[in-house]
Each structure stands twice: as C-alpha cells, then as structure tokens.
C-alpha cells in the first residue's frame, strides 16, 4: 500500500523558514488534490494549501503570502514552503494526497503521518 512520509518539521523561531516533504513510497493514479492541512490538539484539522488539478493553488487566508505548495512529479514529492512563521503557525502538519477513485490498495485518500512544526522564540 502506498505510504506518505513526512519531514521537515522542527522548532523555529518567528520569522523563519521551515520546508516540509511528504514522500510517496508508491505511486497514486488520477490524482486530483494534493495538500497540507495543520491540527492543533483539540481542535479541527485545517486545510493550509492545496493544489486541484486544473486550478491554481488556494491557500487557507492566514497563509497566504508565506506559504507555496509545490510538488515534484519525478521523486513523488509534495512541499510545503512555509516563510515567515508565526506561532499560530504551531501544529502538526499533514499531507494529503487525493485520487479520483480507489487504487489497487482500495484508498483514494492518502494521509501523511503528521510532523511537528514549533514556532516560538
């Protein structure tokens, strides 16, 4: 079954920068959404970025201007650039990738682990 691996997470102090990978250990067909959602303890999943096939990337409003999702088709790679981090920034951070129907493994929604961001001086 196809896994997503993140990385890139850490503890940085406000202003800085973090890029995050999320790697696919296989490959998804028909993809039609890839993106980065945050979650806070106790709180709802947050959609951050995501790139739609055929649109541009959309980007939640307290992140736009700081943050860009890019992908690389050839290492099966999604980023997520983050600039200028604030602490509300703090959260951990997921990749999700989405299909147009299920693969061999019967998912059409693939989530990354989760890593850690840490924003705070």
């Known amino acids: 079954q196809v896994q997503l691996v993140e990385s890139g997470g850490g503890l940085v102090q406000p202003g800085g920068s973090l890029r995050l990978s999320c790697a696919a250990s296989?490959?998804?067909?028909?993809?039609?959404?890839r993106a980065w959602y945050r979650q806070v303890p106790g709180k709802q999943r947050e959609l951050v970025a995501q790139?739609?096939?055929?649109?541009?990337?959309n980007y939640a409003d307290s992140v736009k201007g700081r943050f860009t999702i890019s992908r690389d088709g050839a290492k099966n790679t999604v980023y997520l650039q983050m600039n200028n981090l604030k602490p509300a920034d703090t959260a951990v951070y997921y990749c999700?990738?989405?299909?147009?129907?299920?693969?061999?493994?019967?998912?059409?929604?693939?989530w990354g682990q989760g890593t850690q961001v840490t924003v705070s001086s």
């Open positions: 296989g490959i998804i067909s028909n993809i039609y959404a």
């Open positions: 999700n990738v989405r299909a147009l129907m299920p693969g061999p493994d019967g998912s059409s929604d693939y």
């Open positions: 790139m739609t096939i055929g649109s541009s990337p």
